[in-house]
């Protein structure tokens, strides 16, 4: 799989399938190596990633993640294999916990400890049959992972992790922890806004959907950042810590700090900078491609 330095992560459950295949060939055409996708309540991610696939020609469909509480591994393993093989090993799996509240408030399951729960479900994907015509080349797992523990087990079990929400100095922690052989696929929000105040306030409202899940919340007391950092609108510390804003040579040192830290590959989200979630803020990605 060439999954190159620079990829892009988005929201495409909010376009219409058309222009989400469109979307799809404008990255592909800037050069970017992927475009990751997320599974929250809306899209099958495993549909739409074939959608997208069969749209495209070089570009890399990873999910971004694919919620392990939605289907159970064989289902996954099958998914998997099938996108792998009829997109030439154009697809990247990528899993996830999600959160206790989104598990369990919202889809009435229950959730497990976290780390033990993915490494049974690995492992029952690992042991459940498959005998559609098998990918080319075995198709690549990452897991999203935040704690050390979780990281551990993306090194052990899978090729990589799939961090979400963090920073370089997570980056730099992940990869200490994982060794250098593993893929870290990093996600990193962009706001293309010079202006501090308009830049924070952007960042603010995206961030709102988040500061309440707790699997990300402990992951930035880890980082160092205190419960009144991220707790209200949110602290300038802990925003410009998660987020990347400002011209683009601003956006290209950070996406730099990434890389020295000893990111494998980064996906940008671009926030639009009027906080439209559906909206792509073009003008950065043609800018960092």
Same mark, same amino acid.
């Given at each position: 799989?060439?999954?190159?330095?620079?990829?892009?992560?988005?929201?495409?459950?909010?376009?219409?399938?058309?222009?989400?295949?469109?979307?799809?060939?404008?990255?592909?055409?800037?050069?970017?190596?992927?475009?990751?996708?997320?599974?929250?309540?809306?899209?099958?991610?495993?549909?739409?990633?074939?959608?997208?696939?069969?749209? #495209?020609?070089?570009?890399? +469909? *990873?999910?971004?993640? /694919?919620?392990? $509480?939605?289907?159970? %591994?064989?289902?996954?393993?099958?998914?998997?294999?099938?996108?792998?093989?009829?997109?030439?090993?154009?697809?990247?799996?990528?899993?996830?916990?999600?959160?206790?509240?989104?598990?369990?408030?919202?889809?009435?399951?229950?959730?497990?400890?976290?780390?033990?729960?993915?490494?049974?479900?690995?492992?029952?994907?690992?042991?459940?049959?498959?005998?559609?015509?098998?990918?080319?080349?075995?198709?690549?797992?990452?897991?999203?992972?935040?704690?050390?523990?979780?990281?551990?087990?993306?090194?052990?079990?899978?090729?990589?992790?799939?961090?979400?929400?963090?920073?370089?100095?997570?980056?730099?922690?992940?990869?200490?922890?994982?060794?250098?052989?593993?893929?870290?696929?990093?996600?990193?929000?962009?706001?293309?806004?010079?202006?501090? #105040?308009?830049?924070?306030? +952007? *960042?603010?409202?995206? /961030?709102?959907? $988040?500061?309440?899940? %707790?699997?990300?919340?402990?992951?930035?007391?880890?980082?160092?950042?205190?419960?009144?950092?991220?707790?209200?609108?949110?602290?300038?510390?802990?925003?410009?810590?998660?987020?990347?804003?400002?011209?683009?040579?601003?956006?290209?040192?950070?996406?730099?700090?990434?890389?020295?830290?000893?990111?494998?590959?980064?996906?940008?989200?671009?926030?639009?900078?009027?906080?439209?979630?559906?909206?792509?803020?073009?003008?950065?990605?043609?800018?960092?491609?």
């Amino acid at each position: 799989m060439d999954l190159s330095k620079l990829g892009v992560w988005f929201f495409t459950d909010r376009m219409a399938a058309p222009l989400a295949a469109d979307t799809a060939k404008r990255i592909e055409d800037l050069g970017f190596s992927a475009l990751w996708i997320p599974e929250t309540v809306g899209r099958n991610p495993f549909v739409h990633a074939a959608w997208l696939l069969a749209n #495209t020609s070089s570009l890399i +469909i *990873a999910t971004g993640i /694919a919620n392990i $509480y939605h289907r159970e %591994p064989g289902v996954t393993l099958a998914a998997q294999n099938t996108l792998a093989e009829q997109s030439d090993n154009r697809f990247l799996l990528g899993l996830g916990v999600s959160h206790k509240p989104l598990v369990e408030g919202l889809r009435g399951l229950t959730y497990g400890p976290p780390v033990a729960t993915m490494r049974d479900y690995l492992d029952k994907m690992a042991a459940s049959p498959y005998t559609g015509p098998p990918p080319k080349e075995r198709p690549p797992t990452v897991i999203a992972a935040l704690g050390p523990k979780m990281l551990e087990l993306a090194s052990e079990k899978c090729d990589g992790a799939h961090p979400y929400f963090t920073s370089p100095s997570h980056t730099k922690m992940a990869r200490d922890v994982m060794g250098p052989d593993s893929l870290l696929c990093v996600e990193q929000k962009v706001i293309f806004e010079t202006d501090p #105040t308009k830049a924070r306030d +952007i *960042a603010r409202k995206a /961030a709102q959907t $988040y500061q309440g899940l %707790p699997n990300y919340r402990n992951n930035w007391l880890r980082m160092g950042l205190g419960e009144a950092d991220i707790d209200g609108d949110g602290s300038d510390t802990f925003i410009d810590a998660t987020f990347a804003w400002g011209e683009i040579d601003a956006i290209k040192n950070r996406l730099q700090e990434h890389y020295d830290a000893g990111a494998s590959h980064v996906c940008v989200q671009p926030i639009h900078p009027e906080g439209r979630m559906g909206d792509i803020d073009w003008r950065v990605l043609e800018a960092l491609a």
